[in-house]
């Protein structure tokens, strides 16, 4: 009798800490692996929130932050995203997660500056931002504070008015495809030039052209569109998406997240492929 009140306690105090370590424990699965393909596949969260040493990312060290971009306009340092409570977002809500990521405005009000890409998170379906949120909570926690990003150039006031709710794309390959090299993996990103007023050229997207310093040396984005990927075979694009490997056999320089790439469905590779031999072909 005694013994069964004593199993009763534990089970309760077991199901007390389950609801204390978060709601991420109660998630179905296949959210919580949609999340984990997105934010270490797809979106390569990590290709700027892991520290990198002479290899690439620190082992161990996953979403810790303190990488650091510098850049005429900002040395900016990628936030601890782990669940620490102290260094990084253990202590803020799924609702304060979601908000920073798709609207980058954190918990106390303030933006998040460049170059987390904003403008494309805002495109995020609500269901794959729950998901993003849900792994996250479940990533080891790791204390590690950062310092603070450095603007030299104003930040907008906001990236826009509040996202209350988007939806997934359109269930063909080119739309899927486009929702990838976008608001996920945010490719048109670098492969779009800048125009004039410092905002990316819509009308010459994927055309490439823009420069990323590097410690290889400069790498300029290439031509995504037919101009550039017309005579390459599918085999071709998905190996140098995937390996870093170019048409040529030559080596593709940072800072594409080839390693997280690596492991990109065949399923989302071929979207991928569709989308973009769907672009107008651009200069
Ligand atoms: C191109 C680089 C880059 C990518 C990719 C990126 N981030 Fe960021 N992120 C940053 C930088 C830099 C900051 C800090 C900006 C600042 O100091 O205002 C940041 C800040 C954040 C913050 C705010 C944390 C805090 O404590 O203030 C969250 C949350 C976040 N990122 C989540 C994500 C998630 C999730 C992904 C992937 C879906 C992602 N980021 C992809 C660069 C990036
Ligand atoms: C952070 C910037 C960045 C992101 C994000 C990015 N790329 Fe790239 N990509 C580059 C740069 C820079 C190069 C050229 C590297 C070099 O010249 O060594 C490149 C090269 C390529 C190449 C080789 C083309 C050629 O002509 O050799 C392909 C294909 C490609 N990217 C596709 C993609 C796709 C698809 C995505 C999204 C899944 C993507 N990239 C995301 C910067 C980026």
Redesign the pocket.
Known sequence: MRERKHVKRLLSAAVAALCLAGPALAQDPALLERGRYLVEV?AACG?CHTPKGPTGNIPGRELAGGFTIDAPPFRAVASNITPDPETGIGRWTDAQIARAIREGIRPDGSLIGPPMPIAFYRHLSDRDLAAMVAYLRTVPPIRNAVEKSVYRIPLPPNYGPPVTSVAAPADNAVARGEY??GPV???M???TPMGANGHLDMTRIGAGG?Q?PGPGGV??????TPT??GQWSDAE?AR??RTGV??DGS???P???FYA?ANMSDRDMSD?IAY?RSLPARQ
Request: with cysteine; hydrophobic share 55%.
């Open positions: 797809t290709n990838l090299a993996a945010h490719c990103e670098c492969h823009q990323f790498a300029v984005a290439r031509n995504l550039g990927l694009i140098a998406i170019a048409r080596r593709l320089m800072p594409m997240a790439y991928l973009l």
